[in-house]
């Protein structure tokens, strides 16, 4: 237990720290050579990462359709259900989202337009080095297919010699899916973002990932000219908030869910109650045997911290500091502390609103800044597979109103050609009566 008000300010920034920050300049000089290696050697470049990588002796990069088509032959009953109850909850949230144009006169003769355009090509990244997400696949891809964006790939890792999952191929046909890509990593970013031999260029790429799947996608975003990605998703973490009365079961388990997804995952809980504290390290260390991926958890949790504040106010303060991916208020009442959340990237109000029905069904979003990058990143919606671009449309006699205020900054500004764009047409228009 860390108890807040009684360590140092530098030991207080210093357990909000991510672990991944430290190994980042590390990172970043590995990704490099990846990517690289991918510009100047394509698909035979994916090939040999996947054979280092992921273990694969045969290696294949494009899923065939047939195969896609097929493989909701392969689900159960039950998860071919979840599936199609997360498509239409996420489709139905995101759908709400479309963009409307706007115009309007801003004054006689002076019209202005903003329009909504679908990105073009989008790329979009699953995670499966350690588990098939294909919640991930519904995240993004019910994304794409509303937007109507004409290029869409999807690429995630396999590992071995398993076969592509088929629950991310029947949730990737749900959302229009046919370009799916057996690549993971800084390697599948590079691909996506220069185009190889079987891998289409695209102009943004979306999805979360590890740290280097992170790294690739602010180098390429920051090195190649029009490409955009949505945000630095990287590895999960999420803050709880707990009462005196909050189940302690509970917290431990939303801290579990969260920690289990990597080594490099990381959980806080913060309460002002030093027994709630106690009895959920009880219950984390009881959770935590019965975890099929309790090695990965625990390592999780190394960088994690339970800490003991003065006030559920004083919780909302250091959350803020933090600016944590998920959010969990497990509070008595949660409605009067709803303004002091900031930088947060999706909050699960009350005891029975897990992080889990965000993760999947839900239909709020599951791609959410990490890094503390809350503070200026928004949770994935329709809006980041559109750009935006205006229109202006001036007649005669609004030219010649406009031209009281264009005139003037002109000169003010030094900007004689600027003027001179005007002054020629309100000659010309002169000239005609």
């Not at 040999?48 to 159960?76: C, G």
């Not at 390697?187 to 999805?207: D, L, Q, R």
């Amino acid at each position: 237990m860390f108890c807040w008000n009684e360590e140092t300010k530098q030991a207080q920034q210093a357990v909000l720290t991510r672990p991944a920050v430290t190994a980042s300049e590390d990172i970043a000089v590995r990704c490099k050579a990846i990517l690289a290696d991918v510009k100047a050697n394509g698909d035979s470049a994916l090939i040999a990462m996947a054979k280092k990588f992921d273990n694969r002796e045969t290696p294949r990069l494009v899923v065939p359709v047939n195969e896609i088509n097929q493989a909701e032959q392969a689900l159960s009953t039950e998860l071919k259900y979840a599936i199609d109850t997360a498509y239409a909850n996420v489709k139905r949230f995101h759908q709400a989202q479309r963009p409307k144009d706007i115009k309007l006169s801003t004054q006689p003769g002076v019209l202005c337009e903003l329009k909504y355009q679908a990105i073009e090509a989008v790329g979009i990244y699953v995670p499966g080095g350690s588990a098939p997400l294909p919640s991930s696949v519904i995240m993004q891809g019910v994304l794409a297919q509303l937007s109507g964006a004409a290029t869409v790939v999807l690429a995630t890792p396999v590992q071995g010699d398993a076969s592509i999952n088929p629950a991310i191929l029947y949730a990737a046909k749900l959302c229009g899916i046919t370009t799916i890509i057996e690549s993971g990593g800084a390697g599948a970013i590079a691909a996506m973002a220069y185009g190889t031999e079987s891998v289409p260029k695209v102009n943004k790429i979306f999805g979360p990932g590890n740290s280097f799947v992170t790294m690739a996608k602010q180098l390429v975003a920051q090195t190649i000219p029009g490409m955009a990605i949505d945000m630095p998703a990287g590895p999960s973490e999420v803050l709880v908030i707990a009462d005196e009365r909050a189940n302690p079961e509970f917290i431990a388990a939303d801290l579990l869910s969260q920690a289990e997804h990597g080594a490099d995952s990381q959980v806080i809980l913060l309460s002002n109650c030093e027994r709630i504290i106690a009895r959920t390290e009880q219950a984390l260390t009881t959770q935590l045997a019965n975890l099929s991926r309790r090695d990965t958890a625990t390592k999780a949790l190394a960088n994690s911290t339970l800490i003991l504040v003065d006030s559920i106010t004083q919780a909302f303060t250091v959350s803020a500091e933090y600016g944590p991916e998920h959010l969990i208020l497990q509070l008595a009442d949660a409605n009067p502390y709803l303004d002091q959340v900031k930088n947060a990237g999706s909050v699960f109000v009350g005891d029975y609103t897990p992080e889990s029905a965000g993760d999947y069904a839900s239909g709020t979003n599951h791609v959410l800044p990490t890094y503390g990058y809350s503070a200026t990143y928004s949770s994935l919606n329709l809006l980041d597979f559109f750009r935006t671009y205006t229109v202006q449309t001036i007649s005669k006699n609004g030219l010649r109103e406009l031209s009281k205020a264009i005139l003037p900054l002109a000169a003010a500004e030094g900007l004689d050609a600027h003027a001179n764009a005007v002054s020629i047409r309100l000659e010309a228009i002169n000239n005609e009566r």
